[in-house]
């Protein structure tokens, strides 16, 4: 059946409508399917205001038939990235596709020959839009909605990737941890001499002084991070653009800092899964049914994700992500409503991060790929 791509606007409020709206027509009759907010979706695309395209380049395109949209991508001129990891890798994402390959095809054509000009050599992805957001293919376990900032697709995206040439470049662990398993004695006994060695107090976040906690965990975050594959550094506008969205839904005694000699060297970040009460909002509008969901979304909420753990370089080896772990594990028992926690995502090479929740009876129970091919 025939069908035209066509390159859009997404500062053109028809053309970043119809790039927005695609999904609740593919996953119309999927049960898992979380529907974003369309707010968040605009803020995101907002390609004039969002401190990510600062730093980066993009352009979209949408597959048309009949009128209707049934595909859409974004190809991401990533320069930050590419400085940083000094090399020429163009991405790909916000990759929606009805199940037909030729469809796909002329989508990925598109955003390929767009990065070919930016002098790419290579295409990687999907990044929605880089490794700080969304990011990854679904590869296994699609009867379970995902959790709060996580990616969902069809099983047969990672088919028509592979027949487009795509192959994998890095999987993306998620692991669901039981909140009454018992810490190993080996993780146990590391916490307690690191506690007593280095003289480690603990404090929560303190949602009055935001502006401070907001510096203090960009501080760690970026060199937490900056050695990992993929690794971009945020801006602080971008940080600060990202974390203005999470204040309304923090739990303050899910994020804990840990402290050596006084100053913050580590902090662990859990959220409230969000998606549990997105899911009852299946037109993505910000209604005021909506919003009373959303404010008094702890009730219905019974499972959270640790999105972050970060510990400053200076203060690594020494034990203290085996205190965070602990500190979070008591963390969520006292919440009487959360019975799972998902950590998510973990690089799959990622020994250091990868062995301590295997110790601990984790599960990687979700498999996110990110994939990529030479232009």
Known sequence: MSFTV??????????????????????????????????????LFNVKKHPFYKTANVKAWVAERDGKVIGRIMAIHNFSFNIFESNKIGHFGCFEVVNE???????????????????????????NPGTNYECGILIDKYDDAPQIMMTYNPPYYEKILAELGFTKAMDLLAYNLKINLQLPKVIMDIAARTEKKAKVTYRNLNLK??????????EIYNSAWQENWGFVPMTKDEFVHMAKDLKSIVDPTLIQYALVDGVEAGFIMALPDLNQVLKQIPSGNLSPMAIYKILTSKKRITRARVITMGIKKEFRKIG????LYKNMQIAVQKNPRITDVEMSWILEHNVEMNKPLIRMSGEAYKRYRLVHRAI
């Open 101 to 127: 390959i030729a469809v796909a095809k002329e989508l990925v054509s598109s955003a390929t020959a767009y990065l070919k000009t930016q002098g790419m050599t290579s295409i990687q992805g999907p990044m």
């Open 6 to 43: 066509r390159e859009i606007d997404l500062t053109l409020k028809k053309d970043l409508k119809a790039f927005i709206e695609l999904p609740w027509t593919l996953y119309k009759n999927d049960p898992h399917w979380v529907p974003p907010l369309k707010m968040a979706l605009k803020d």
């Open 209 to 218: 002084n935001w502006d401070y906690e907001l510096s203090t965990m960009f």
């Open 320 to 323: 203290l992500e085996t205190l």
